[in-house]
């Protein structure tokens, strides 16, 4: 059964609403062109096809797998450099005090 | 879905507490992400919350609707949405991003079109807002082209056995608009009147106009 009565809202979480904008605002700015996310998003979900895919957390993890992808092949980025920044934010989310905003310093 | 993090606890008066939730990892890698990009000046903060609001609030379906209601009292409109799409919607300004390429398929009492996008999840952001989580589902794409008849049912779309259903695949390159057929008895209403039975799923195949009784 398709769940198509369920929240129909554009983005569940934050952080779907932010890869999104990223994606586009990477687009616009001529990083690549969206054909070429396209195409690495439906390899992604292609990939990921044993899940059960929802159409919204798995659907934009598979977003984000992909726009990762993409920067390492344009060479904006490694894979090493995402998971070194990545850990950076779990430590500050781990270690600030509650009621302080988490923050990491310059990278 | 917040993962909480098992701490030891600790007896000190003076040890501060942690925020001790650690967000899940596709909202980490989202972050990592920002940072990186923001730090290289390939995005703008601004920018990204501007197009949040965009997309959250300011752009959906009630663009398409304007488009449809105006091919069903606008004959001449109507001809040119259906030989050229992207330059018929583009009178009404619903331009921009994942706008181009633009085919509008028309309902008749033969035939009803249905949209999909087997690959991933191309839709015209312009006249429609963003996909539904259903239309981005696995069993929504995957279904829709196997047995499209089914899948209306189960949308509460029972159509007549003579109806032939045709399956339209979207890509980055072709996105499909259904233009639903205009719902009987409806001669009186005016074109912003019209509009307003324009559903979203209508234009996606997935509905039917509805009539909003008063």
Redesign the interface.
């Known amino acids: 059964?398709?769940?198509?009565k369920?929240?129909?809202k554009?983005?569940?979480?934050?952080?779907h609403?932010?890869?999104?904008?990223?994606t586009?605002?990477?687009s616009?700015?001529k990083?690549f062109e969206?054909?070429e996310f396209?195409d690495f998003?439906?390899h992604e979900?292609k990939m990921d096809?044993n899940q059960?895919?929802?159409?919204?957390?798995d659907?934009?993890?598979s977003w984000?797998k992909a726009?990762?992808k993409l920067?390492i092949k344009k060479k904006?980025?490694s894979f090493t450099?995402?998971?070194e920044?990545?850990n950076?934010?779990?430590s500050a989310?781990?270690?600030?005090?509650?009621g302080k905003p988490?923050k990491?310093g310059d990278? | 879905m917040i993962k909480k993090i098992n701490t030891k606890k600790n007896n000190t008066e003076n040890i501060h507490h942690s925020h001790n939730i650690l967000p899940e990892e596709p909202e980490l890698r989202v972050k990592a992400l920002e940072t990186l990009l923001v730090n290289k000046g390939l995005v703008d903060r601004n920018t990204l919350n501007e197009l949040i609001d965009t997309y959250e609030n300011r752009i959906g379906p009630k663009n398409g609707a304007k488009v449809i209601a105006k091919a069903w009292v606008d004959v001449s409109f109507k001809e040119r949405l259906l030989n050229n799409a992207t330059k018929a919607i583009e009178e009404l300004s619903y331009t921009g991003r994942q706008g181009e390429h633009m085919v509008v398929v028309e309902n008749t009492y033969e035939i009803h079109n249905m949209v999909v996008c087997t690959l991933c999840s191309c839709y015209p952001w312009p006249v429609l807002g963003l996909p539904p989580s259903w239309y981005k589902s696995d069993e929504y794409r995957a279904r829709a082209v196997r047995e499209p008849r089914k899948v209306l049912k189960e949308f509460g779309l029972l159509l007549d056995e003579k109806i032939k259903i045709k399956v339209w695949d979207s890509t980055s390159e072709m996105r499909y608009l259904v233009l639903p057929m205009r719902p009987k008895g409806t001669e009186e209403l005016t074109e912003e009147e019209l509009a307003k039975t324009v559903t979203r799923n209508s234009m996606i195949g997935t509905g039917l106009p509805e009539l909003i009784n008063d």
């Open positions: 059964m398709i769940p198509s369920l929240n129909d554009n983005f569940q979480k934050p952080w609403a932010q890869i999104f904008a990223i586009v605002s990477l616009e700015n990083v969206w054909c396209s998003l439906a979900i096809n059960t895919r929802n159409g919204s957390d659907y934009f993890y984000v726009l990762e920067l904006i980025t450099r995402m998971v920044i990545k950076l934010w779990s989310f781990l270690n600030t005090p509650h988490v990491i990278i």
